[in-house]
């Protein structure tokens, strides 16, 4: 699609109601809006171009609290898959909420989702549910040193497995050398050094934990070379090694089977959270039967780990995503998108990269090393109604769609163009 | 109240449902129901009596699977606290799912949370939201690192502090030592012994942390003496010692300004989770202004952690727990309700201890070393309709009333008349 080069007719939007809002939060709350979704985290640049608040949501979009209105590709950093408010996930809350929720005994609905996810991962033979992505890589961690008794654990360079101190960096305040002491890394895609690591620390290594392709923040997103997973699955038989995907960000998204099934090998372990209930608030950790009695015997719970209202979502949020073929729809509607902001970007002269799955699609202007200019475009592409990050990847959702496409691809080209006037 | 000699009048409820079910389970889930809920975790004995999934809840009862209803006195292990179900939280709930929930930006909800809760919580100068109770356990700590550069914890024997690694013991499984490497432990209302120990490790300490009082499983719960808190928060002072109260259990149900104001100091962190939303799915850690900087200086977030549903929850269960002044009733309604039971247990020859505070209090049989009896009886109860546990601490909810009081001393009395007429 051409877009013919379009007359800049919207105005940016204006922040007030939001960053008031922001000071009285900075009051109460510390960084005012901390975390991945605060303006302190650094892959929302410039930080002025972006509101703070949101005030409502429905499908596709969500308005923030001064009434600007957002194309979201964000989707709540991963958990809107079907849509915000989903009519059918929130029939299924309402109706296991006139019964119970967070009870001294969990309600059935619990096994029924088990089952559910059994029949539809592929490496799932059980599910244990928790509340965040972190508690089943931490339970995963935990898995594999008391299956194998051992210590170390093989991490790819670029990773994310959440906020555990075990997960950090040594550098990070309140981080202490004890907790990453058994923290080994090698770069994605290189065999030759897992190879290495292995033969150096065999019978040390309890576990490789590993997203399925690396959706990195700040760099180009890069899938695994052919071969790759199947080597590395070869390699962790080899050596005793548990494979554990952390699938909490692609999963659900590249494949119903699992990320792991996509890319054509199994792991032991597989961690889901983002897209498994439309936003409610559950997690899972799944397996394989050989390391089941392990998890029994650890000590490891929560207490609103078998709330039964997040089951019922998750059921119907997994239920719907197989009927629909969600992820074949991820597919197209991403590469459809990503291949008009393409063009829309070389209408004006400039060369956008998208890189990752579709389905996550990952954002850079090439020839920009500085990031000013990209930033500067998402910038005109926020304060016109399309919620883009800077430098994380994007999230499709369910009930996108070509209009949805069309109206971004326009507010891109418009953005675009505003640069290049600016910029001559 | 003295109860005449009851005939045993009620015939003992059968589980057929939960125990098909319960197979169910055992076939995709780790141990059927893992965690505190399920039957392997120790309290919760002999496990033949307790039926295994809920169906319904509302107020003070729940119906198990096979349709048995129940005084609950669990509580969903705490976050019940105003009764399942309550139409005022639930209010607050479906107004505010029907604006969203999990989006992109938080809603400015959270900020009126945390503004009630400093309103509420005397040492809270703001408020950081997780979703376990165990996430507000690692920030403090991390938190108490990053601001000390000091490594050490101080843990009080008997501790709770979640699941994380660093809080369990090195001989559980899938924990290493370098986990529990910088873990210190001293006795509770041990003065001497915590003196010695922050002499011995001067300068060395971050943080000691502890429940307002010891409400650990399988021992009578044992509340701080005199003095004991105020020479703690002196003697952290002294050492320069982040003072981290877990008010995960107690939190609310004492005192609405938090238990450390209950026991008269000010706690330098504080932890809530259990009864901050009536089971919707949210904690907090609060704290005192100068350790906000440091935790705006570390990397903690998480998926759902800004999900505003359950602020709307939290900030209805907060706000009706202080105007119906919750914790003078559930001291009130605890006190009357083991003393009843306390009497029915005389009334049949037995010797009931009640311990810990009113409002969660802790039951055991006297003369009992084997705990076979106090089992017994639990058992019988239970299988006529008060859900009590074995050996964990019970818990009040503010939709008690007297009836369900008298209901409950009448069961208890029959299930020691039970007893009486077995072992004569």
Request: proline share 4%; charged share 20%; with cysteine.
């Amino acid at each position: 699609m051409t877009i013919e080069n379009t007359a800049v007719r919207r105005t940016p939007f204006r922040y007030d109601a939001s960053m008031a809002m922001f000071d009285r939060a900075l009051a109460v709350i510390p960084s005012g809006v901390p975390g991945h979704l605060g303006p302190t985290e650094g892959c929302f640049v410039p930080q002025s171009a972006y509101p703070r608040f949101s005030d409502r949501a429905e499908g596709t979009r969500f308005w923030d609290l001064d009434g600007n209105c957002y194309i979201d590709y964000m989707c709540g950093y991963g958990p809107n898959v079907l849509g915000y408010r989903d009519p059918d996930v929130d029939a299924a809350v309402a109706a296991q909420a006139a019964k119970e929720d967070v009870v001294s005994l969990p309600s059935s609905i619990m096994v029924e989702f088990a089952e559910l996810l059994v029949d539809t991962v592929a490496s799932a033979d059980w599910a244990f549910f928790a509340k965040n992505g972190g508690d089943t890589t931490t339970l995963a961690i935990m898995t594999a040193r008391a299956a194998t008794m051992r210590k170390k654990i093989v991490f790819v360079k670029g990773f994310y497995h959440g906020v555990s101190p075990w997960t950090q960096k040594l550098d990070y305040p309140g981080v202490l050398e004890e907790d990453v002491a058994n923290n080994l890394y090698v770069p994605f895609n290189d065999l030759a050094a897992l190879r290495k690591l292995l033969s150096e620390n065999s019978g040390e290594i309890a576990a490789l934990i590993a997203q399925p392709y690396m959706h990195g923040n700040f760099v180009d997103n890069e899938l695994p070379a052919d071969g790759y997973w199947q080597a590395v699955r070869a390699l962790c038989d080899q050596y005793g090694v548990v494979l554990i995907v952390d699938d909490v960000r692609a999963g659900f998204r590249l494949d119903m089977a699992g990320s792991d099934h996509y890319f054509g090998f199994q792991a032991d372990l597989i961690c889901f959270c983002k897209a498994l209930a439309n936003g409610y608030n559950v997690s899972a950790l799944c397996g394989r039967d050989s390391l089941k009695s392990t998890v029994s015997s650890l000590t490891y719970t929560g207490s609103y780990w078998m709330s039964a209202v997040p089951f019922a979502a998750g059921i119907a949020t997994i239920t719907k995503l197989a009927e629909i073929d969600a992820p074949a729809r991820f597919a197209q509607l991403g590469t459809e998108l990503t291949t008009g902001l393409v063009q829309a970007a070389a209408d004006n002269g400039f060369h956008l990269v998208t890189s990752g799955a579709p389905a996550l699609f990952y954002l850079r202007l090439a020839d920009d090393d500085s990031l000013m200019l990209h930033q500067e475009w998402i910038a005109e592409c926020v304060q016109r109604g399309v919620y883009f990050s800077s430098h994380h990847n994007h999230f499709m959702n369910a009930a996108m769609t070509r209009a949805d496409i069309t109206e971004t691809v326009e507010i891109a080209h418009e953005a675009f163009a505003v640069l290049r006037s600016r910029h001559g």
